[in-house]
């Protein structure tokens, strides 16, 4: 069993930048590959980013490349997402999820889901 817990959304302005935090219980957080998802009003959860178990791999959308960083420390229990160049269509909820899998970008590979952080971005 692991829990997520997000942290770090907020309301920034366009050309801003946010970190994201999701701090995970019980001692296996290392074993899984984890990722950032979101999700805007009205629309489908969409993937945004992973990274592997030991930090080594990660992939973006292509929506976020060049503009956002995953990055993990399994010393600390804690993923991150760095976003930076913020645009209004960056607004959603954004989740951070643990999969046994750990080159998966499918929602449905991730068994255990935090329960979002608001990022809001104003133009």
């Known amino acids: 069993q692991v829990q997520l817990v997000e942290s770090g959304g907020g309301l920034v302005q366009a050309g801003g930048s946010l970190r994201l935090s999701c701090a995970a219980s019980?001692?296996?957080?290392?074993?899984?590959?984890m990722g950032w998802f979101r999700q805007a009003a009205g629309k489908e959860r969409e993937f945004v980013a992973r990274i592997s178990t030991g930090g080594g791999s990660t992939s973006y959308a292509d929506s976020v490349k060049g503009r956002a960083t995953i990055s993990r420390d399994n010393a600390k229990n804690t993923v991150y997402l760095q976003m930076d160049s913020l645009k209004p269509e960056d607004t959603a909820v954004y989740y951070c999820?643990?999969?046994?899998?750990?080159?998966?970008?499918?929602?449905?590979?991730?068994?255990?889901w935090g329960q979002g952080t608001q990022v809001t971005v104003s133009s």
């Open positions: 999820a643990a999969s046994p899998w750990e080159y998966t970008t499918q929602a449905r590979d991730y068994r255990y």
């Open positions: 019980g001692r296996t957080f290392g074993s899984y590959g």
